[in-house]
């Protein structure tokens, strides 16, 4: 099944099956992506580069890590499949990660550091928040 796209300008109703948002374009890593290489994102609804609510797709390769980052608003997320290690704090330390399986939940605060990794199967996470968005790396 083909995504619906919105009928007008101001739209908000969307609905996508997994299969839809599968064959959605894969967009240049922007606004509020770690911009590592080899993650795949999809703007779901809206954009984080500009004003107003948004939501992202981003398929996270097996074996990557993620360094530690903050952005300006806050977001929260649902991990849709794979396994995903995800961890608090200015310095990646995988013992400071929690193991989040599909379905679980976390948010990440704006301004407050943060990182992630997969392992062999890698990741699918739906990350919501309030643009503007960006990334900022922690120094350490």
Request: hydrophobic share 40%; glycine share 12%.
């Amino acid at each position: 099944m083909a995504a619906v796209a919105p009928a007008f300008a101001g739209e908000t109703r969307t609905r996508l099956q997994s299969a839809d948002v599968a064959e959605m374009p894969i967009v240049d890593a922007g606004a509020g992506t770690s911009g590592a290489k080899g993650i795949e994102t999809r703007l779901l609804n809206g954009d984080p580069a500009k004003s107003g609510p948004y939501t992202i797709a981003i398929r996270v390769p097996p074996n990557l890590h993620i360094a530690a980052h903050v952005h300006r608003d806050d977001r929260s997320a649902v991990v849709v499949s794979g396994l995903w290690h995800f961890g608090y704090g200015a310095t990646a330390a995988d013992a400071n990660t929690k193991a989040l399986p599909p379905g679980s939940f976390y948010t990440e605060p704006a301004g407050d550091p943060h990182f992630a990794w997969t392992g062999a199967e890698g990741a699918i996470v739906y990350i919501s928040g309030i643009g503007p968005s960006d990334t900022h790396f922690t120094a350490h």
